[in-house]
């Protein structure tokens, strides 16, 4: 038996939460509902693009997947350029398809808003002005 004066084994301190891996998680959900909208263009392309057989449905289906595979490169640094390279494609498109064209503006502007939430919350974790950093 122990004496209640003998401490007890310590327990291990909490660990440090990661601000960035919920900030992934936002960029991954996203990602995913920029699919879902993209996806939502196949309708528009059926009727006036032609059909989805064509060159534009395939560029469709295409930032489908490109946009959805991205989710599971997240977490590499260099995955805000491939973002970046999936919009730029979307808004040429504007010339074959305005609807697909716009989607690409619209989301491009949250992602510039994401990307700008991010470099902010960088900048606090850096001078320990997060929540999870204060004792």
Partial sequence: MTSPDTP???????????????????????LILEAIVVALALPVVAKLGG?????????VFGLIVAL???????KRSWSVYVIAAIHLVMVASWF???ALGGIGV?????????????????????EGRLPSQRS
Avoid at 68 to 74: E, H
């Fill in 96 to 98: 074959g398809m305005t």
């Fill in 68 to 74: 959805i595979g991205t989710c599971a490169l997240v």
């Fill in 106 to 126: 619209v989301f491009g502007l949250v992602w510039v808003y994401l990307l700008w939430l991010r470099r902010e919350v960088v900048k606090r974790m850096a």
């Fill in 8 to 30: 007890g084994p310590v327990p291990a301190p909490a660990p440090k939460k990661d601000p960035m891996k919920s900030f992934r998680a936002i960029m991954a959900v996203t």
């Fill in 51 to 59: 059909g989805v057989g064509t060159g534009m449905g395939y560029l």
